[in-house]
């Protein structure tokens, strides 16, 4: 029997997979799921038996969440009521990472980490959000980033090397190298110099980890900063125009109401109203 699957895409099309929420209501129900990106996996209560790619099965019954790799099939069986989270990542793996891919064999056993109580009220947050309806695509990004934050400041170096260590590998690094270094780069030839990549090998190496072109994702990173930054800061809108190349506010204007579709004091109002009805439920 299969689990009712609950699943929250925000814009159909593109290169997001959102959220889904798994509720194993009775016993021997079982769901497979196929990551398509790096995916976390949040067991928040029940009991579950479950594997990774056919390999040996497991058993949770304690709070906890795991990281899948792209491809990775999870496959779950409920021995108990249950309910499970899974959130694609993208590429938000730029958590900071002090050591290498010479991990041991008794660190990689250790890839499943207890839920502490900063990541069990992120979910119950992410969880009200969802029932509000207010998940759209640039907002998970911003909660996407808020769980990386919790996960490196409230977990040990050895916690952190155990649970990342599903993934690391050379494309890990090239990955955080990127969203660590792109804002010191104004170009893709740039950003290709910065890691000493030809700009042919450069694009290739990129479209292979981010699956998609290095000028759209810088595109994006740019359209998410904006936004972040009429969410979360004060500065006047000619400030933030100037910051990000606008060559008048009339352009800032425009490139918002292709975005976003207002312009960016108007589309700050809207988020203050927002995030203070949210603040007083």
Request: with cysteine; glycine share 4%.
């Amino acid at each position: 029997m299969n689990a009712s699957l609950n699943q929250y895409a925000s814009c159909q099309g593109e290169d997001y997979s959102g959220i889904i929420f798994i509720s194993h209501e009775k016993t021997s129900e079982a769901i497979d799921y196929i990551a398509e990106k790096h995916s976390f996996v949040f067991f928040k209560e029940g009991h579950i038996r479950f594997s990774i790619n056919g390999e040996k099965r497991k058993e949770l019954d304690q709070p906890s969440f795991f990281l899948l790799s792209p491809g990775s099939a999870f496959r779950s069986v409920a021995l108990l009521p249950s309910s499970i989270v899974i959130i694609s990542v993208i590429d938000h793996l730029d958590i900071k990472l002090p050591f290498r891919s010479n991990l041991s064999t008794r660190m990689k056993d250790k890839f499943i980490l207890p839920l502490n109580v900063y990541v069990k009220n992120y979910l119950i947050l992410l969880n009200e959000l969802f029932s509000f309806g207010f998940l759209n695509k640039e907002y998970m990004k911003l909660k996407i980033a808020e769980l990386m934050l919790i996960i490196d400041m409230t977990y040990s170096i050895e916690e952190k090397q155990g649970f990342f260590s599903v993934i690391i590998n050379n494309e890990f690094y090239f990955l955080s190298f990127i969203r660590k270094n792109y804002k010191r780069a104004k170009s893709v030839r740039q950003l290709a110099e910065l890691m000493d990549y030809s700009i042919s090998g450069f694009e290739k190496k990129f479209r292979k980890v981010f699956s998609q072109s290095a000028s759209l994702w810088l595109k994006e990173q740019k359209k998410t900063a904006i936004y972040e930054d009429l969410l979360k800061t004060d500065k006047p809108l000619k400030e933030i125009s100037l910051e990000y190349g606008f060559c008048s506010t009339t352009h800032f204007n425009n490139y918002c109401k292709g975005c976003f579709g207002c312009p960016p004091g108007k589309l700050r109002k809207q988020l203050i109203i927002t995030e203070n009805t949210l603040n007083e439920d």
